[in-house]
């Protein structure tokens, strides 16, 4: 991080007294040695923002939120019994998966869609989102991480939760998981194969790759401090209903309940 971070965004310029924190908790005393986020998890901008100039329709769209991950997030929660930290912002005001520097941290467009509210920011304002969310939401997995290898006594996994659109810019996307990892495959390479043993058309390292600056947190949190993690991207079409989110969640969770079985997991690497 290149600036002290908010324990929560409360006391930042752009959140007014009625609207949400950038972050939830959910299930802080469950037992599992696992930190389940959501970085994408809603499409809120405080009114402070003006809705970023977009109108309901964009607004709606794969742009500005991970559609249904935070509905299979919060089922894995429940099944893993794992505490998760899930965003609350839409990743066009500050992506907290991106680093600062990316050209995507503050999107001026996004898919084909002018940003008009991030068209020239300028740093004060650039600085008052980062305090408002960015930071908050990052220092909120940092202290997790911390609590469940206080409680457990063990490292934690870190299991980043996210969904991709089918289509991108008119090339269809096949695959109905996609598995995202860097250099650490502890976690990825079994889940790969237990996924698809069970006949899941499965990317590894797509649609994206964990290894060109697509998963910050799991590099800041993950890889930085030698855990084992992994970034799950689940198609979009598969759980835009409750239903949908709800029957992958139990895929997924049964997988990674025997996934979650080796020990070797909760050991840090030589760094």
Same mark, same amino acid.
């Given at each position: ?5 908010q324990?929560d ?6 959140l ?64 893993l ?7 609350h912002?839409? =990743? @066009?005001?500050?992506d907290p998966?991106r680093?600062? *520097?990316?050209d995507?941290?503050?999107?001026? &467009?996004?898919? /084909?869609? %002018?940003?008009p509210?991030?068209?020239a ?16 939401y ?5 202290r ?18 996210h969904s ?21 495959g502890r ?5 790969i194969? =237990? @996924? ?7 990317? *590894? ?6 290894? &060109?600056?697509? /998963?910050? %947190?799991?590099?800041?949190h993950g ?12 198609r ?13 969640a139990?895929?997924?969770?049964q ?17």
């Open positions: 991080m290149d600036a002290p971070m324990r965004g409360s006391q930042a310029g752009l007014a007294q009625d609207e949400p924190a950038p972050f939830e908790i959910l299930r802080e005393d469950g037992t599992a040695p696992v930190v389940l986020v959501c970085d994408h998890a809603t499409r809120f901008i405080p009114r402070a923002l003006s809705r970023l100039g977009l109108d309901e329709t964009d607004l709606a769209r794969h742009i500005a939120w991970d559609i249904g991950a935070a509905d299979v997030t919060r089922h894995l929660s429940g099944i019994n794992a505490p998760a930290v899930i965003s912002f839409s =990743r @066009l005001v500050v998966n680093k600062l *520097d990316h995507s941290s503050i999107p001026d &467009i996004s898919d /084909g869609v %002018t940003i509210g991030n068209r920011i300028s740093a004060t304002d650039r600085q008052a989102r980062l305090e408002t969310f960015f930071y908050p990052q220092n909120a997995i940092a997790t991480l911390d609590e469940r290898a206080e409680a457990t006594g063990v490292e934690p996994v870190l299991i980043s939760l991709f659109t089918p289509v991108m810019e008119g090339v269809e996307r096949p695959w109905k998981i996609g598995v995202l990892w860097n250099e650490d976690l990825a390479q079994p889940l194969d =237990r @996924l698809r043993a069970s006949g899941i058309m499965v990317g *590894d390292n797509e649609p994206y790759s964990g290894r &060109i600056g697509f /998963g910050y %947190t799991t590099e800041a890889d930085a401090r030698g855990l084992a993690n992994v970034l799950i991207e689940v979009q079409d598969l759980i835009d209903t409750h239903h949908g989110a709800r029957e992958w139990a895929t997924l969770g997988v990674l309940r025997e996934t979650l079985k080796n020990p070797e997991l909760y050991k840090k690497p030589h760094l």
